[in-house]
């Protein structure tokens, strides 16, 4: 069975933006260990995420759901403006509020205890993402 992430055209690159810096670090290892995916860079809030937009635009944008300083939501806006699917991430691990309608996903953080299962998930979930696009 070949990897669910060779269907799309690589390198597939993505922007994290994660307030958290162990996080961070988690999801760019795990977002370049995915077979067609790069970072094409991360942010640890809406100012950077915005910079890193306008030097590079991502195919894909994990996005934080709680930010400091400012609502993720007015960055899924902008993004969706650019027309830039988002998955949003989230700690909550049964996050009851719903879905922002904007976004094509929310994803549970990943754990250094369960990194493979997780980068088949987020795999999954990418892979799920673009091509609702």
């Known amino acids: 069975e070949k990897p669910a992430m060779s269907v799309l055209q690589p390198p597939l690159s993505i922007l994290i933006v994660e307030d958290v810096p162990t996080m961070r670090s988690m999801l760019e290892q795990l977002v370049a260990a995915l077979p067609g995916c790069k970072v094409s860079g991360s942010a640890k809030n809406g100012w950077e995420a915005r910079i890193e937009l306008s030097r590079r635009r991502p195919d894909l944008v994990l996005l934080d759901e709680v930010l400091p300083g400012e609502s993720s ?57 673009l091509d609702a696009k």
């Open 73 to 129: 939501l007015d960055l899924l806006k902008e993004m969706h403006a650019l027309a830039i699917p988002v998955l949003l991430i989230t700690g909550l691990e049964d996050a009851a509020h719903a879905l922002p309608e904007l976004a094509e996903g929310r994803l549970f953080k990943p754990s250094w205890d369960n990194l493979a299962a997780d980068q088949a998930r987020f795999a999954a979930a990418i892979k799920t993402a």
